[in-house]
């Protein structure tokens, strides 16, 4: 297989995946907020919260489907596009997706089925520990699948036999420290995504000042997850950058544009780039912020990629070990940038509640509305930094990623290929986002005339 065949395996691998994500961070939190609802509904014996629940639900449901009819795909491109990596990790990899099929995905998919059909035909106890089983599967399932995904950032628990990696170890797979700075960061960033989602629809119906109640009650229920989350995931985010200073310092010198190791090491804010020449053109930096970052210390060395380069040579034999710089660090600082955004606006929303002034508010509301794609940025600036920094390995020292592609596949296949799932998938996204649409425009009108 030729450089063409690479680079669209990867661009494939990369468009399904990122819109796969999409609906499935949503899922991760609005599930949570939807059982939370609930449970303020047995509670309280309010009908406002089944109401709340069931709208917000009927939204959890078509990302839940979008989640899975995107995520199918996924596993075709092992055995098509990705066959030599298949072979080399199959008995690695393969457990832990298991598992996740059997256990969180099985539990989720009964549960749902019943939770969708179940108001008023189950007593409220049993309905409200479904939508909580389907809530904690979601976030279990994401447990299995971020195993396998730190295991490619950090191989743990595994020996190689035949050319093949063989798990010997599954305790050690899921304990990998990895796999708790990416699931903790990962479900945080969930729960951002869906906060601002029931505040950006909510603030919808608070500006046009209709079912202002629920709508407000919603809008609080929002901004609670989200400020408290998007605080969390800031934090997370800083230790999960300090844990790479040890496990992919490359990574972490990628992205601040690190290219000799300095003692103290200033952070960035700005840069412009020239890989090819291995420098920047030009720098705005900030003395020492780089060593505090990733050490609490100013004066602590920060190892940058050229020396990394040279030691991953010595280590791994020729070759070039550098990802893609320019993405890196700007994706980055769009994430970081974006992160302290939400977590401005969610504390510009706290305090207007706190004057009882938030549905009073239009300029705030809208802002907060038209907020709602950055949470959906972010979490994709994320997940580029996370694989793309990984490169050019597609297990962390172990595999290569030119060395992962199918060899017998030709370019014009994964052309081919390709331009179908970009096709499909923009079609039934276009579909979903129509009935996402209509079922917000259609409002929780029929539903209260339902609970009352």
């Known amino acids: 297989m030729d450089n063409t065949a690479l680079i669209l395996a990867r661009l494939q691998f990369g468009f399904t995946l990122t819109y796969h994500f999409w609906f499935v961070g949503l899922t991760l939190g609005l599930s949570v907020l939807v059982a939370i609802m609930e449970t303020q509904y047995i509670r309280t014996h309010d009908p406002s919260y089944k109401t709340m629940a069931k709208f917000w639900g009927r939204l959890f449901l078509v990302n839940y489907a979008m ?16 066959s030599e990596y298949s072979r080399f990790t199959g008995s690695v990899f393969g457990p832990p997706l298991a598992f996740e099929a059997l256990t969180a995905f099985f539990v989720e998919s009964v549960a749902i089925g019943i939770w969708v059909y179940g108001w008023d035909k189950v007593s409220r106890q049993a309905h409200l520990a479904l939508i909580w089983l389907v ?27 035949n050319g093949r990696l063989e798990l010997n170890d599954l305790t050690a797979m899921i304990t990998n420290p990895y796999l ?67 496990t992919q310092p490359m990574k972490l010198a990628a992205s601040e544009a690190l290219w000799q190791t300095t003692e103290p090491a200033p952070f960035l804010v700005f840069a412009i780039i020239d890989q090819n020449s291995g420098r920047n053109t030009y720098e705005l930096a900030l003395p020492a912020g780089l060593s505090v970052l990733a050490y609490n210390t100013p004066h602590a060395p920060v190892k940058g990629m050229n020396a990394l380069q040279a030691e991953l ?91 992962g592609v199918s060899k017998v596949v030709p370019a014009a296949s994964v052309w081919i290929s390709f331009i179908t799932y970009v096709v499909v998938y923009t079609g039934i996204s276009l579909a979903a986002l129509y009935i996402i649409r209509k079922i917000i425009l259609e409002g929780p009108g029929n539903l209260q005339k339902q609970d009352r």
């Open 67 to 82: 989640g899975i009819v995107t995520g199918l795909v996924n596993e075709f491109q092992f055995g098509m596009n990705w």
């Open 313 to 403: 040579a010595e280590r791994h034999g020729p070759g070039y070990y550098i990802p893609a710089v320019t993405i890196l660090f700007w994706s980055f600082r769009g994430m970081v940038g974006i992160g302290f955004w939400l977590v401005f606006l969610a504390a510009l929303n706290c305090w207007y509640w706190r004057k009882q002034q938030l549905d009073s508010s239009p300029a705030l509301l809208k802002v907060t509305m038209w907020s709602l794609p950055l949470p959906y940025l972010a979490v994709t600036m994320g997940w580029m930094m996370t694989e793309m920094g990984r490169q050019p390995w597609i297990v962390y020292g172990l595999l290569l990623t030119e060395k």
């Open 180 to 246: 708790f700075y990416q699931y903790s960061h990962t479900v945080l960033s969930g729960l951002v995504l869906s906060g601002y989602f029931v505040m950006s629809i909510s603030a919808y119906y608070l500006r046009r000042r209709e079912h202002t109640g629920l709508f407000l009650q919603s809008f609080k229920s929002g901004l609670v997850c989200a400020m408290i989350a998007t605080v969390l995931v800031i934090v997370t985010g800083h230790f999960y950058n300090q844990y790479l200073a040890y």
């Open 135 to 161: 809530a904690l599967a979601s976030n279990y399932s994401a447990f299995w699948i971020l195993s396998a995904n730190s295991f490619m950032q950090h191989p743990v628990g595994y020996a190689v036999n």
